[in-house]
Nanobody
Framework: QVQLVESGGGLVQPGGSLRLSCAGS????????MSWYRQIPGKERELVAT????????NYADSVKDRFTISRDNAKNTVYLQMNSLKPEDTAVYYC???????????WGQGTQVTVSS
């Protein structure tokens, strides 16, 4: 059974940084485009960043451009989200998503909470 496990969330002060990780298992990791989403209770899940199977094709939501960086290490089956200059409005549960490049089958992680507060 495919698993995506996020880690790295927590409480950070405004202006601080966090790095999220999402480790995949039981899937051919390099066959998947990877994305980070976030969700606030009562709101729809929002796309934050996406990266192609070999590390190209990076795209970001306008709200996080120049602050967040998505990257991946296919040898470690892991995708990362480096978050700098964090703001209270970045507070959310962050999820990673894997989408197969051909079949478009999708898998989701369980989410990790990020709280930005003083």
């Amino acid at each position: 059974q495919v698993q995506l496990v996020e880690s790295g969330g927590g409480l950070v002060q405004p202006g601080g940084s966090l790095r999220l990780s999402c480790a995949g298992s039981r899937l051919s990791f390099s066959a998947y485009d990877m994305s980070w989403y976030r969700q606030i209770p009562g709101k729809e899940r929002e796309l934050v960043a996406t990266i192609g199977r070999y590390g190209g094709g990076r795209n970001y939501a306008d709200s996080v451009k120049d602050r967040f960086t998505i990257s991946r290490d296919n040898a470690k089956n892991t995708v990362y989200l480096q978050m700098n200059s964090l703001k209270p409005e970045d507070t959310a549960v962050y999820y990673c998503k894997a989408a197969h490049v051909f079949s478009r089958v999708v898998y989701w992680g369980q989410g990790t909470q990020v709280t930005v507060s003083s």
